[in-house]
């Protein structure tokens, strides 16, 4: 209002020429400025151990993996009708076991469909 400038411009630019531009915004009501969200920003956490122990391992060929594998498909009891998801399972000898489940299945149905 006084047409001068803050000292705090004036010591951070001395001996130079200084523009600045203001407005009245004293009749608006102040609205913060919106954070940006980062989901799943961060580490993700490993359930047990890095490296399992392998107690033993027993050999089982490609076909009666498969057999294993839609044997325990069937015995879920998936909707198509309701949503459904991927669970990726990674065993103990290294093995990847991809199972669908419908979003009502419990960690007992999980647990289940590995023992299958």
């Known amino acids: ?7 705090e411009l004036l010591r951070n630019h001395p001996g130079q020429e200084v523009q600045l531009a203001m407005e ?7 609205v913060p400025p919106r954070v940006p ?8 956490h490993m359930l047990g151990s890095p490296t399992p122990r392998i107690v033993s391992v027993t ?11 839609e044997n325990a498909r069937s015995q879920i009891n998936l909707s198509e009708t309701e949503p459904m998801t991927n669970v ?3 065993l103990a000898d290294g093995t990847r076991l991809v199972g669908r489940f419908n979003h009502t299945h419990t960690v007992n149905d999980l647990h289940n ?4």
């Open 59 to 69: 050999a089982v060929n490609e076909s009666a993996r498969t057999v294993n594998e």
């Open 113 to 116: 469909f590995i023992n299958a």
């Open 37 to 44: 969200v980062n989901p799943f920003s961060g580490q993700g």
């Open 1 to 7: 209002m006084n047409r001068e400038l803050p000292r």
């Open 24 to 30: 009245d915004r004293r009749h608006e009501e102040y």
């Open 88 to 90: 990726q399972f990674r």
